[in-house]
């Protein structure tokens, strides 16, 4: 009797590791992909984007695969020459892509840098950056869903008869931790005077992805040893040939499940890309829990996903959870669009059904297609999917902006003068939709105020200059938002520096000559609470800004508090008119360590406090107010939920189809047919 040959395929643990090396560069892909979603409102900020443009960087990541079907062309390309070099030509060109988003958004390229003049010069009513931007996302979506491609082919060589469901299920969890991961990391990268600091530390992740991807090659090479008398890319009758593309189009089955994929991820990626936005401006939450929440469905699909695929493999009923999966997107979305429910019980509702079908759908492909065809048919799949990975973003930030006409309120210099003289009382408006006010409702309001040169001129957010007055970019000093009521006509009072502050500049704190004291408390128990310095001390404009406050573990105060964590405030004072008015708060969470010493710099906390009469309105001349109200996406979610109706119509007819095709969707996958070659 002959022996069976046995190769690492065999080996669980084998199969296991090579399953976790390719997830960790699917998991970087992800991240990248979804890293400016938290920060749609700064990029807004900084680089004077609308809804629409945000729209535009995040949907070209989808052009070269929906226009130049560079999945399907990555897929026969991968079908022709296998996993090794189509893996590593195109996690190079993430690599590439990554860096050229990043490098948009610089402060490099902003003032000048190698390409801003060339793209100034043409498309002039969209931005260097935008455009800079969307190539980079173009050139990283040309070689990130090729990527995803070589992973699904990856999985299947590997899994095919074993454990197939649950490894794509894992290796989608482990992905979607990068997703989860981009929308609480990105908004907490951010540091003052580098908020681009969240998208490089995204592009070194790739880098890293890319370095454990060559750990992957060394492992597919000796298998190919073991399992081929002649190591080559691929046998010759698994060969790629034009006629498999019209096999695969030609079959029904295939057809509605590429079609589901298109329709289902249509409402669930771009709902992500404006989810943090979403909740910033239905909900008024924080840009950190706004981009927290955000995460609970990949962080939903990291435990679900895998359990969904246990259950297809050994239960079955792939055609079925494809069904349930698609009404309950279609029914979370309803709910975000119409009413104000729990988020955060939504937000897990939508992770169970991004669970439900990518857990049942992408190992059924591999029952409806045969193995050598596979790489074109997921290709294909990524390329049609993009189509909705391309056009959805730009629609949604197109129905955005189209509802939201006015949902910032400029005021001039010299309207700004009056506010500041009035003690920064004054009035503002809300317009909905086709200019209709809102009336008698409560809402979010963000207000910043900017310092800039009067020699440039003011645009509006899409670039269109209003006249010879101010641009809306500059130095933001302050930016804070609260809650306010309109009344009848849509107007509600604002009142700044009574709201939560967002941010300040601090060298514009007017503390030049007086004398202020600087106090550190605990929240440490039976910590006295203390003076920094011993006295009160004057500090000058340069040193305020960034003052070291620098002690010893070994000092008396801190003695007890080795290797503890715990929280310290740090307070200014104005002593200088007989009573304590407090100027400026903020709170550091700091680690002591042994031997080690304190470190914390003014400006550089969570700021809970700010007395916005003590900033100097005399260190520049020119200033301007814009007070930024809250999106409404009633019509936007209405749009994702019609996307979820689509594919739930998609998964009846799959259903459907599977009973007469026989390809065994239903059954577990150690029991499904023999693949047809159809």
């Not at 401006?281 to 981009?291: A, D, V």
């Amino acid at each position: 009797m002959e022996k069976i040959k046995r190769t690492l395929r065999n080996s669980a643990k084998a199969r296991w590791a090579m399953m976790i090396i390719v997830s960790f560069l699917m998991a970087a892909n992800y991240y990248f992909y979804d890293v400016l979603s938290p920060l749609k409102t700064i990029l807004q900020e900084h680089l004077n984007f609308s809804s629409q443009d945000f729209g535009i960087v995040a949907g070209f990541y989808a052009f070269p695969n929906t226009f130049l079907l560079m999945a399907i062309l990555g897929g026969i390309i991968l079908d022709k020459m296998g996993i090794r070099p189509t893996g590593l030509l195109f996690a190079v060109f993430m690599l590439i892509g990554a860096v050229l988003t990043a490098y948009g958004a610089s402060d490099i390229y902003r003032n000048g840098g190698l390409g801003y003049s060339f793209m100034s010069s043409f498309w002039t009513s969209y931005s260097p950056e935008l455009k800079m931007m969307s190539l980079g996302m173009l050139i990283f979506g040309l070689g990130a869903e090729t990527s995803i491609v070589v992973a699904s082919k990856i999985i299947v060589k590997w899994f095919k008869g074993y454990e197939i469901a649950l490894a794509f299920a894992l290796q989608l969890g482990i992905a979607r931790l990068g997703t989860a991961l981009a929308f609480n990391l990105s908004p907490r990268l951010v540091l003052d005077g580098f908020w681009t600091f969240p998208i490089w530390f995204a592009v070194m992740l790739l880098l890293i992805g890319f370095l454990v991807f060559l750990i992957y090659i060394m492992f597919d090479v000796k298998i190919d040893r073991q399992t081929k008398t002649k190591v080559s890319l691929i046998d010759k009758d698994e060969e790629f040939h034009i006629s498999d593309l019209k096999k695969l189009f030609t079959n029904k089955s295939f057809l509605y499940i590429a079609a589901l994929c298109v329709t289902f991820y249509a409402g669930v990626f771009p709902f992500l890309k404006f989810a943090p936005d979403f909740f910033y401006n239905k909900f008024g939450f924080s840009f950190q829990l706004s981009g927290d929440i955000a995460s609970l469905l990949p962080y939903g699909t990291v435990l679900f996903t895998p359990l969904f695929g246990w259950f297809v493999d050994k239960k079955g009923k792939s055609a079925s959870l494809m069904i349930y999966g698609s009404l309950l997107l279609v029914f979370v979305h309803l709910m975000f669009g119409l009413t104000n429910f729990n988020v955060y019980v939504l937000m897990v509702l939508l992770g169970i059904a991004f669970s439900l079908v990518p857990a049942a759908m992408w190992p059924s492909v591999a029952k409806i297609v045969p193995e050598h065809r596979i790489g074109t048919a997921y290709g294909a799949m990524f390329s049609m999917q993009n189509l909705g990975l391309f056009a959805v973003p730009i629609l949604a930030g197109t129905i955005l902006d189209g509802t939201n006409k006015l949902s910032s309120n400029f005021y001039t210099p010299i309207q700004t003068d009056e506010i500041i003289m009035n003690d920064f009382e004054f009035q503002s408006y809300y317009l909905d939709n086709d200019s209709m006010p809102r009336i008698n409702e409560e809402l979010m309001a963000t207000t910043y105020i900017f310092a800039v040169d009067d020699t440039v001129k003011w645009v509006n957010e899409k670039g269109k200059i209003l006249g010879n007055k101010i641009e809306n970019e500059g130095l933001t000093i302050w930016s804070e938002y609260d809650s306010v009521r309109t009344n009848a006509k849509g107007v509600f009072d604002t009142f700044l520096g009574k709201g939560k502050i967002l941010s300040l500049d601090m060298s514009y704190l007017n503390i030049y000559s007086e004398r202020y004291l600087v106090n550190i408390r605990t929240n440490v128990e039976d910590k006295p609470t203390f003076n920094i310095f011993d006295g009160m001390l004057v500090y000058t404009p340069d040193s305020l800004d960034r003052i070291p406050l620098n002690y010893n573990v070994g000092d008396d105060i801190f003695s007890e508090l080795d290797s503890k964590k715990f929280e310290i405030e740090l307070s200014i004072t104005d002593t200088t008119k007989g009573q304590n008015i407090l100027v400026y708060q903020e709170f550091h969470d700091v680690n002591c360590m042994k031997e080690d010493s304190i470190k914390v710099y003014l400006g550089e906390g969570d700021i809970k406090f700010a007395n916005i009469n003590y900033i100097d309105w005399n260190k520049d001349k020119n200033y301007f107010i814009k007070v930024r109200t809250p999106l409404n996406y009633t019509l936007t979610m209405l749009m994702f939920a019609l996307f979820g109706i689509i594919g739930l119509f998609f998964a009846f007819m799959l259903k459907r189809d599977d009973k007469t095709s026989g390809y065994g969707l239903e059954l577990p996958s150690n029991e499904a047919v023999e693949t047809k070659d159809k």
